[in-house]
């Protein structure tokens, strides 16, 4: 089995999918064997494709308020991997970004985590992200997240965080009252626990 490190350059130069891909493929992934915390999103979006940083948008704002960790800690490959269900950004549909594309969780999702050993917190956002982590967990992205307690605390289902949810999050205001404070405390408790 090739080293993580190897098999991150591999994925960096998958071209699996180029003929699908808009702008082309630029895998954007981070991990490293000591990461604690997990973070599984669909794909980058334009402006992630853009500068090749995972969750560098709006979208990963509001993510880090949720987790109350600060860019520093969130970009540390040490304590926080980050492999969404797609790597390349898969091009923009109708309502938004178009779903992940098929062959890049079956090509490399369980080669990387079996080099991620010491993950204590995952966190699956998104239908596409759900469906796999949590396959019967439920129906729709708010039934699963509803759920969260099913799978706590190792696993926690969350909404996209993108401002395209803002309505999902007014209409479900539990999710901020009892989810969000738990979810900061889980992961403040994981970071402080050093390996």
Known sequence: MPSLA??????????????????????????HPL???????????????????????ASGDRLRAWLGITRETFYDSRQVAILPMGFCFPGTGKSGDL????ECAPAWRSALLSHLKNIQLTLVIGQYA?????????????????????SWPHTVPLPHPSPRNNLWLRRNPWFE????????????EVLAHKI
């Open 35 to 57: 990461a604690r915390i997990l973070i599984v999103g669909q794909a980058p979006g334009k402006k992630v494709h853009e500068t090749g940083l995972p969750f560098n948008d």
């Open 177 to 188: 009252q009892e989810l969000l404070p738990m979810l900061r405390s889980r992961t403040a």
């Open 130 to 150: 759900q469906a796999y982590h949590l396959p019967h967990a439920g129906a729709s992205v708010t039934e699963v997240v509803q759920g969260w307690q099913a």
């Open 6 to 31: 190897g098999l991150l350059k591999e994925v960096r130069a998958c071209t699996l999918c180029a003929e699908h891909l808009p702008l082309g493929p630029r895998p954007i992934v981070q991990a």
């Open 99 to 102: 779903p992940p594309r098929p």
